[in-house]
Nanobody, 116 residues
Framework: QVQLVESGGGLVQAGGSLKLSCAAS????????MGWYRQAPGKQRELVAT???????NYADSVKGRFTISRDYAKKTLYLQMNSLKPEDTAVYYC??????????WGQGTQVTVSA
């Protein structure tokens, strides 16, 4: 099984940067895809970015050019570097892991708040 724990959330001003981390434990070698989702108040959870073996990445249009997802396989850690943050980025961010067809594991989430 896999356990995921996010960290790095906080309060930042618009235009600032923040880096999220997701520490994974367990049988992570089977998790071919890892990603970040977010859920803002009153909205459904949405995909932010994913990364798969071979470092293939995918980003939501709203974050392209501003966010970068990366994975350190040796440290079993997933990262999300967020630059040029906007108030619209305010949400709870969740780390995810799966075999590739669906999300099998979720972290508990970390709050990111961007002030205007």
């Amino acid at each position: 099984q896999v356990q995921l724990v996010e960290s790095g959330g906080g309060l930042v001003q618009a235009g600032g940067s923040l880096k999220l981390s997701c520490a994974a434990s367990g049988n992570t070698f089977t998790m071919n895809v890892m990603g970040w989702y977010r859920q803002a108040p009153g909205k459904q959870r949405e995909l932010v970015a994913t990364i798969r073996r071979g470092n293939f990445t995918n980003y939501a249009d709203s974050v392209k050019g501003r966010f970068t997802i990366s994975r350190d396989y040796a440290k079993k850690t997933l990262y999300l570097q967020m630059n040029s943050l906007k108030p619209e980025d305010t949400a709870v961010y969740y780390c995810s892991a799966g075999l590739g067809f669906r999300v099998d594991y979720w972290g508990q989430g970390t709050q990111v708040t961007v002030s205007a």
